[in-house]
């Protein structure tokens, strides 16, 4: 069965902590994406991954760190310089000119 | 840069009416066209999409035609059901390769609530 699996679902960070959010693929895609989505709004980019052990920001990168070592896997992190994490985070993969997401990841603070 | 704007809302109604969700777009080149759908907590289905000019993209009842002419891509159905109800997205995708990278831009969402 094809898809995009995003764990986990819901994720509670503490302050100054680092938290890695999961993506994994099974669609054999190149590209993948991850967004940030707030309440009421769009998608915002945060990083995006054309291939294999290379990645590029978006256009809210600062405060989240990517690595793409596999194919298949392109985990986020969150980490302590990002000062409003609290959101919605989805992942996706590319083929051609469309993206398929996962179910999404919600962050949380305590 | 590229911009889509999408008719505020909520939308409200009744089981069986005709839905139009109005999106225009600002962007150079030739871009694609997506409608997607959001459940509540769930991530983003693809509902259809678009990839040239005149291109009319369909699914589940629901269409959408790539208006170059007045940079639209509005989307309707005849007949919406209770299950419609959702977050409606429009946004439009640069073209991937060379220089660019597929990125999606996205409107600000609509609400559509639909009462039996």
């Known amino acids: 069965d094809g898809g995009i699996t995003q764990s986990p679902k819901y994720l509670f960070r503490k302050e100054g902590q680092n938290v890695t959010l999961s993506c994994e693929q099974n669609l054999n895609h190149d590209a993948m994406y991850w967004y940030r989505q707030d309440p009421g709004q769009g998608l915002r980019l945060i990083y995006y991954s054309q291939i294999v052990n290379d990645f590029q920001k978006g256009d809210i990168a600062e405060g989240y760190s990517v690595s793409r070592e596999k194919k298949e896997s392109f985990p986020l992190t969150v980490t302590s310089a990002q000062k409003n994490p609290t959101a919605f985070y989805l992942c996706?993969?590319?083929?051609?000119?469309?993206?398929?997401f996962g179910p999404g990841t919600r962050l949380l603070v305590l | 840069g590229d911009s889509v704007t999408q008719m505020e809302g909520p939308v409200t109604l009744s089981e069986e009416a005709f839905l139009t969700i109005n999106c225009t777009y600002t962007a150079t080149g030739y871009p694609s066209l997506f409608w997607y759908v959001q459940y509540p907590g769930e991530g983003l289905q693809l509902l259809l999409k678009?990839?040239?000019?005149?291109d009319k993209g369909s699914n589940k009842g629901f269409e959408a035609t790539y208006r170059k002419e007045t940079t639209s891509f509005h989307l309707e159905k005849g007949s919406v059901q209770v299950s419609d109800s959702a977050v409606y997205f429009c946004?439009?995708?640069?073209?991937?390769?060379?220089?660019?990278?597929?990125?999606?831009?996205f409107g600000q969402g609509t609400i559509l609530t639909v009462h039996p």
């Open positions: 678009a990839t040239k000019a005149d």
């Open positions: 996706a993969s590319r083929f051609q000119e469309t993206q398929y």
């Open positions: 946004a439009l995708s640069d073209e991937a390769g060379g220089t660019s990278y597929g990125k999606l831009t």
